[in-house]
């Protein structure tokens, strides 16, 4: 399943979204066009809008709404990633250099802030105080989950519970919310409300471990940044955390912790333990059990060409290779 | 007049504005909890609340809605100022260690979104989206006026129009937002908000004035930083500006932005310059201008002990000496 395909049910309201967030990259200062151009041009997969406009379909049509909703997760979604490249510090970025590399980090809270401001004035305009509360609560989770990753960041004794609380609230939450948020604007029944939150929280939990797999297992040139990178920044995420249970006593990202001066050392020997062994097998089936849990939400929408396009959108996100 | 005594109409509110922004100072992470407390007590003179509280009683007093507003207000401006930090790369502030001097930059990003978050959250409490898109206008004011200020910094060509429009959107807005979000919480008239939004603009033209020239006479213990830091940082100010309108071929300020490795030197004849001369009485003076403008805008509210108080708090503002 292409990216091009999972788009082209919404095609149309796609390019509003579009024109939506270039309005948003119009500034009086040249410097500032320049650096908002360099973060929304290095063109994601718009998934979150596609989830947020197809979600949209579930009750009322309501464009006007829907578009603002659409364009304002992914301004949010776009802000923290610049905000996420200062707070680790990363020079590249989808193989493109970040905002604070080619600028300072100064620039980069500030452009962050600026689009913050940006993603929080488009989803007023869906004139709704639910959807923005809804915008709020996800703020929180993601700025919570962020601070906790950066807080245990080198920590040994975590777990699979913590990470997966850790990843719903930096990622689950805005998949959630952009299905939720459709939902809501098109004024759907509870029961549909509540199937697609299901679905965008499970959707976004598969995103984030097959994320994290891509780390371990994913070609440098295609992902744009090294392999490993999490691990060597502290972050324990799936493969790590059950390369861990398996060799409790002895395992390089124990040394990896331990001994960061020798740092690249020892995570080339967890990258070949975990890519040696079925860990990344089985962390791909904990991510299928996920994606399956997405599609289950949907059983309960009428099944409908939009219903399928979302179930493609899960398919697409668990095959992705970068 | 002094801060306790600007306080002393809205004592009881106050307090429950203090209580909603502790219940956000707790995490269930210590070092988030430490920072928080860090921030949070580093207590400032809780101006903006108190302007909001005491506006929102023209109309119909709502303490459920106008607390949640005046508390997001004084969160989001401590948010901004743990950004500025970062920005500034400031050590200190209100004679305390910034949270970027104690931890790091990347912790003071992310706390600031925290806090954002946090604010946010709040806003919505105020039920009303029209309050939650003063909120939003005022965040795109704040972040396009920092964003201003950085880009425009060691430009020798700028004017006082446009220093006047520059803190208008980084400090003004807010200012007015905090008043205007009273009256529209209360449910004022059209006629009486527009009075309470001019109000607030003006004494937040006031504050900022008046925080700049402090920059240059203030003694740098009661200010908790070094005197003259905004030109050393290529921040053009009111008193700068005149300096350079005066002498308009030699002036230190050019010397200082030709020649930053010499700053130190050339910003000692800058301050002498400006202390020397009648720059910083024409300052007060324009200072003193906004303050009777944001008096005269209250000549429309009905004459009661809460119109006498927000004259009040414009006298202390222009007063004050740190």
Redesign the interface.
Known sequence: MSVASIHKPVQQELEQVEQAISEVTR?E?P??QKMLEMVLSASGKRLRPTIALLAGRFGEYRPQHLVPLAASIELLHTATLV?DD????SDTRRGQPTVNSRYH???S??????M???A??LI?RT???EV??L???T??A???G???Q??TAYEYGQDTMQYFHRIAGKTASLFATSAEGGAKVAGASEEWTKSLHDYGENLGMTFQIVDDILDFEGDEAELGKPTGSDLLSGTLTLPSLLLMERHPDDNPVKKLFADKQNGNEHLAQAILMIRDTSILEESHAVARDFRDRAIASLEQLPDTADRASLAEVADHVIERRS
């Not at 200062?86 to 510090?89: L, N, R, S």
């Open positions: 500034s200062i410097e500032v905000h200062v707070i680790d510090d980090n100064a620039s809270v500030m452009l962050g802030d600026y913050f401001a940006h929080a004035d007023c004139e709704s105080i923005v509360k915008f709020t609560r703020l929180l993601m700025a919570g962020e601070l906790t950066d807080m």
